[in-house]
Nanobody
Framework: QVQLVESGGGLVQAGGSLRLSCAASGRTFSRYAMAWFRQAPGKEREFVSAIVWTTANTYTADSVKGRFTISRDHARITVYLQMNSLKPEDTAVYYC??????????????????WGQGTQVTVSS
């Protein structure tokens, strides 16, 4: 069993910052990429950012580019999402995900095999 556990969410004012963490535990599993997605109330889950585990290449949605940064810690098997200049429209549940195998679509939900339970991020205006 593989578990992905997110932390770091909370309530912040517009313009503020938060850092999300996602720690993987359980049985050893191969990791091609790990990513963050988010889902706002009444909306579909959307891609935020992804990182290829071995190369650290990253993919980031245009809506957060320049404000959010994804990174990973090899030894701790942890991925982070540094979120700066937060806006009310960033309010959502943020989910961590892991893909075991190479994918041509690192931004697609279907590419990911494991998911965390999510952490709430609320940005007040």
């Amino acid at each position: 069993q593989v578990q992905l556990v997110e932390s770091g969410g909370g309530l912040v004012q517009a313009g503020g910052s938060l850092r999300l963490s996602c720690a993987a535990s359980g049985r050893t599993f191969s990791r091609y990429a790990m990513a963050w997605f988010r889902q706002a109330p009444g909306k579909e889950r959307e891609f935020v950012s992804a990182i290829v585990w071995t190369t650290a290449n990253t993919y980031t949605a245009d809506s957060v580019k320049g404000r959010f940064t994804i990174s990973r810690d090899h030894a701790r098997i942890t991925v982070y999402l540094q979120m700066n200049s937060l806006k009310p429209e960033d309010t959502a549940v943020y989910y961590c995900a892991a893909a075991q195998q190479w994918t041509a679509q690192p931004v697609a939900i279907i590419s990911y095999d494991y998911w965390g339970q999510g952490t709430q991020v609320t940005v007040s205006s």
